[in-house]
């Protein structure tokens, strides 16, 4: 079927007790994981090469959907930073090797889900902004990279 899944990522990051950092993705594609964590450290800054990082999605469900990126940035983000991420925001976005934001197809569809489950803003893609044509009472933030998308929910 097509109906949307919202999905609660969750990271720690912490230092290594080995020579080696740890990576561990359970329910998401390790290579994924891996390209993003590369994202971090080269195109926003975040020192994570010699950090441990563990990144889970919750309720034993399998995640390949590359919209999931930008949820798995920030809660990566989040822990490294100590931070806490804005409970009502949801994240939608594939994330570029260059740290871009690319569009995420049946927009208005995630949308939808996430205002039925509560929450109150949606940091998309700029990309879908065009592509919006329901009207919904999410506030929606449309970001062009990943920088951008965490600073606006990073608290």
Do not use: H
């Amino acid at each position: 079927g097509t109906r949307c899944i919202l999905v609660e990522i969750q990271a720690l990051v912490s230092r290594t007790s080995y020579g080696l950092p740890q990576r561990t993705a359970n329910g998401l594609d390790y290579k994924r994981v891996q390209m993003l964590l590369a994202v971090l450290e080269k195109r926003l800054g975040y020192q994570v090469g010699v950090l441990d990082v563990f990144v889970n999605a919750v309720g034993g469900i399998s995640v390949d959907e590359t919209a999931a990126d930008l949820g798995i940035l920030a809660a990566i983000a989040s822990s490294l930073l100590n931070r806490v991420l804005d409970s009502q925001a949801i994240l939608l976005g594939e994330v570029g090797l260059g740290g871009e934001l690319r569009s995420v197809s049946q927009i208005d569809s995630r949308l939808n889900e996430a205002e039925k489950m509560g929450f109150t803003r949606a940091i998309i893609p700029k990309g879908n902004l065009k592509s919006l044509t329901r009207r919904n009472r999410i506030l929606v933030s449309a970001v062009e990279n990943a920088d951008k998308a965490l600073e606006a929910v990073l608290q």
